[in-house]
T-cell receptor, first 111, second 115 residues
Framework: EAQVTQNPRYLITVTGKKLTVTCSQNMNHEYMSWYRQDPGLGLRQIYYSMNVEVTDKGDVPEGYKVSRKEKRNFPLILESPSPNQTSLYFC??????????FGSGTRLTVV | DQQVKQNSPSLSVQEGRISILNCDYTNSMFDYFLWYKKYPAEGPTFLISISSIKDKNEDGRFTVFLNKSAKHLSLHIVPSQPGDSAVYFCAASALQETSGSRLTFGEGTQLTVNP
């Protein structure tokens, strides 16, 4: 089944403790992206990647890092999480000519 | 600066009637528009899209209209069904600039279809 898989689905962590949210897609898509969803703000793009080793900032990149060493994986790294990064995160992938396919989401709480 | 705006946080309609969801944008570089549907505890799923060279695109019960001069698009669902109850997001992209990688979303509209 074609899909975008994120892990974990739920995560509670403490301020300052580094964490990584993994994202993997099995559709051989060139493009991948991370979004966060917050009430009243919709989905905001954090980072995107147009191919292996090619990444760029979205609208809200502060406090996040990404890497794209392999085509299928696009992990999101929070080096020093803060409470304002408490949010619902979505990974997505797409190929040329089509819209993004989204994962099921990761609900992150930073206390 | 919200480049894509959905001014109605919620909409309630009766089953069988038409649902009209609206979206406005400010960036004149946007040339590709999409609608996504989102159920609770799931990721958004693609519904329908429209290129700026068209003013209408239809797929079954779903039709998207684009008014470029007004920078406005709308999604019509006819007839509405209870299973359509979800949050609907409008999204826009400047294909010429970013090949569709940069996708800007609106705030979303919660549609409730009452039986």
């Amino acid at each position: 089944e074609a899909q975008v898989t994120q892990n974990p689905r739920y995560l509670i962590t403490v301020t300052g403790k580094k964490l990584t949210v993994t994202c993997s897609q099995n559709m051989n898509h060139e493009y991948m992206s991370w979004y966060r969803q917050d009430p009243g703000l919709g989905l905001r793009q954090i980072y995107y990647s147009m191919n292996v080793e090619v990444t760029d900032k979205g609208d809200v990149p502060e406090g996040y890092k990404v890497s794209r060493k392999e085509k299928r994986n696009f992990p999101l790294i929070l080096e020093s999480p803060s409470p304002n990064q408490t949010s619902l995160y979505f990974c997505a992938s797409r190929t040329q000519g089509f819209g993004y396919t989204f994962g099921s989401g990761t609900r992150l709480t930073v206390v | 600066d919200q480049q894509v705006k959905q001014n109605s946080p919620s909409l309630s309609v009766q089953e069988g009637r038409i649902s009209i969801l609206n979206c406005d944008y400010t960036n004149s570089m946007f040339d590709y528009f999409l609608w996504y549907k989102k159920y609770p505890a799931e990721g958004p799923t693609f519904l329908i899209s429209i290129s700026s060279i068209k003013d209408k695109n239809e797929d079954g019960r779903f039709t998207v209209f684009l008014n470029k001069s007004a920078k406005h698009l709308s999604l019509h669902i006819v007839p509405s069904q209870p299973g359509d109850s979800a949050v609907y997001f409008c999204a826009a992209s400047a294909l010429q600039e970013t090949s569709g990688s940069r996708l800007t979303f609106g705030e979303g509209t919660q549609l409730t279809v009452n039986p």
